[in-house]
């Protein structure tokens, strides 16, 4: 699976961005899909995922009521809606796929990867 990542960019502090990841091949069954984001000098971490199959959402505690997370089954495409940012969200965003979606409960390292998109975010 190839995951395409659109939408970073500048955006100042409290304001929206949108970003959207297509998968290459048709998604179905146990198939999750979400976003990690690593700001400079810091581990990668989990932003939010979607599980295809019932489009349960999980969140970080960090991005809660500020971040939504939505899938569109047509176009194999995951959107995320990151409203009230703010200067701790500034990070490269890399959407992230797998077939097993046990490893989003597990919060294991998840096996299809894209290219970052880099969120600025200014004062």
């Known amino acids: 699976v190839q995951l395409q990542a659109y939408g970073g960019g500048l955006v100042q502090t409290g304001g929206p961005l949108r970003l959207s990841c297509v998968a290459s091949?048709?998604?179905?069954?146990?198939?999750?899909m979400g976003w990690f984001r690593q700001a400079p000098g810091k581990e990668r971490e989990f932003v939010a995922a979607i599980i295809w199959n019932g489009g349960t959402e999980k969140y970080a505690d960090s991005v809660k009521g500020r971040f939504t997370i939505s899938k569109d089954n047509a176009e194999n495409t995951v959107i995320l809606q990151m409203n009230g940012l703010k200067a701790e969200d500034m990070a490269i965003y890399y959407c992230?796929?797998?077939?097993?979606?046990?490893?989003?409960?597990?919060?294991?390292?998840?096996?299809?990867w894209g290219r970052g998109t880099e969120v600025t975010v200014s004062s």
């Open positions: 992230a796929a797998d077939y097993n979606t046990l490893k989003l409960r597990l919060g294991q390292k998840f096996d299809y």
């Open positions: 091949r048709h998604t179905f069954g146990r198939f999750v």
